[in-house]
């Protein structure tokens, strides 16, 4: 990035990573399975001289952000998810969330996160900041989707340096043997994820013994003893020695058997999801903020509402999406199928204080030959006259004079909607004509923006 991000507040998330198949060997070029996870790290921007304030170690921002402008905004960094471990970390890969999170944040390439974490660090495979970019669960480093398992995360009462134990590793001479077995394991996973998890738990634990590393505790033993007992297989995630297991189980039920088991053992369990790639969250009205409606939340407002609540981490009424939206949003899966670009206009509007879905706002298309960006909005019957509309209108108008291409906004109300009027001549736009559309009156607006582009 070389000039200065402007626009309303804005949030972005990166996902921390759970290795399951694939550590060391990963080190010698070998392949791995990792799923990106709901405890990463939140940067949230904000305009202003350039500054960061982080929980802990700033070093990675640092190196992320340090070249920016002195007008390049604040970034504020805090833990995403965090799982009270009494100071303890947990072992999500806290400092590769953290990098991403400020790489995309700052605007810069993301692929730049892999040489800013190296750098750092010193080294490492990447695969904690492949996990972060990509989401989801994928072999690393071709990216190909696995099935996601049946798993649960279980915390081995302590933390654990990795450095010490990959060092040690390196040192190890005779490597070749194990590399191609993990190999193997890697490319049998997404076909048998149980089995693989029990043989890498035995794979791993002899190459540890073989290299000196401290690697199997007493815990991560009577964790996998466990999961076995019950159907499944678990081993370390990550270098071991404490930190982090992995459980993997062949249905819902045996993982539960064992959920119950951990905790009749006083075995701290950590509720832990599948996340999507690291991105932006949201932008930041006064009361409202705007997340991205992506193919993915479309999916979920179309079979599960539910899901689409957990997803966005908000309450869905059960009076979204009004008629008029709702008749649309099987028109945008085929139109965003064919142009996945045109998603990125689309936004939820959401009260912040209720965290309550409230509406939606966005642009119909992209920009015309004009440059002028039509938009629409609805707020729910139940959340309107208390502003939200005005609000979100004026933080998507922010965003959108920062986007290529926008020089003005566009939009269109009935001539008997008062309060869309309202709105609408409130946040600048002015009349520009008429039409008469099934017997009613259509006015027409617009507002010229000074789009000011983020210079990157």
Aim: aromatic share 8%; net charge neutral.
């Amino acid at each position: 990035m070389t000039g200065t991000m402007i626009g309303p507040p804005r949030s972005f998330r990166a996902p921390g990573k759970l290795v399951l198949i694939g550590e060391y060997a990963v080190l010698d070029g070998a392949g791995a399975v990792v799923a990106a996870v709901d405890h990463g790290v939140r940067c949230t921007w904000s305009p202003g001289p350039r500054g960061w304030t982080t929980p802990g170690d700033d070093s990675f921002v640092r190196a992320a952000l340090g070249a920016l402008p002195e007008t390049a905004g604040h970034y504020t960094f805090e833990d995403w998810n965090a799982v009270d471990l009494g100071g303890a970390k947990a072992g999500f890969g806290g400092s590769a969330a953290a990098t991403v999170a400020a790489v995309i944040a700052a605007g810069r390439p993301p692929k730049d996160a892999f040489d800013v974490h190296r750098q750092v660090q010193g080294g490492g495979s990447g695969v904690d900041v492949f996990a972060a970019l990509n989401g989801g669960v994928r072999r690393f480093p071709d990216g190909a989707h696995v099935p996601v398992p049946c798993f649960a995360v279980v915390w081995s009462g302590q933390s654990a340096q990795t450095g010490p134990r990959v060092a040690q590793y390196k040192a190890w001479k005779d490597r070749t043997s194990f590399v191609d077995d993990s190999r193997a394991l890697v490319d049998g996973f997404g076909y048998a994820p149980v089995a693989v998890t029990r043989e890498a738990w035995r794979l791993l634990r002899g190459m540890a013994r073989e290299a000196g590393i401290a690697y199997e505790t007493p815990e991560h033993c009577d964790i996998a003893d466990a999961a076995e007992r019950f159907g499944g297989g678990a081993k370390p995630s990550g270098a071991g020695g404490g930190d982090i297991a992995v459980a993997v189980f062949p249905d819902a039920d045996a993982r539960a058997a064992f959920v119950t088991d951990c905790e009749a053992h006083n075995r701290k369990v950590i509720p832990c999801k599948v996340a999507e790639p690291a991105g932006l969250w949201a932008l930041h009205g006064q009361e409202v903020d705007l997340l991205p409606f992506n193919p993915d939340r479309l999916r979920l407002a179309l079979g599960n509402r539910g899901a689409l609540a957990a997803h966005i981490e908000a309450t869905v009424p059960a009076s979204w999406p009004q008629p008029d939206y709702a008749a649309v949003l099987p028109i945008l899966v085929d139109r965003w199928a064919r142009d996945p670009d045109e998603a990125k206009w689309a936004w939820l509007v959401v009260e912040r204080a209720s965290g309550t879905l409230v509406g939606e706002i966005g642009g119909k298309v992209g920009p015309n030959r004009e440059g002028e960006l039509e938009f629409g909005y609805a707020i729910l019957p139940e959340h309107r006259k208390r502003g939200l509309a005005k609000d979100a209108v004026r933080t998507f108008e922010a965003w959108a004079a920062q986007q290529p291409g926008v020089k003005a906004l566009t939009a269109e109300s009935l001539d008997f909607n008062v309060a869309s009027k309202a709105v609408l001549r409130g946040a600048g736009l002015s009349e520009t004509g008429s039409r008469i559309e099934a017997g009613s009156r259509v006015i027409l607006w617009r507002k010229a923006l000074a789009n000011r582009e983020t210079e990157r």
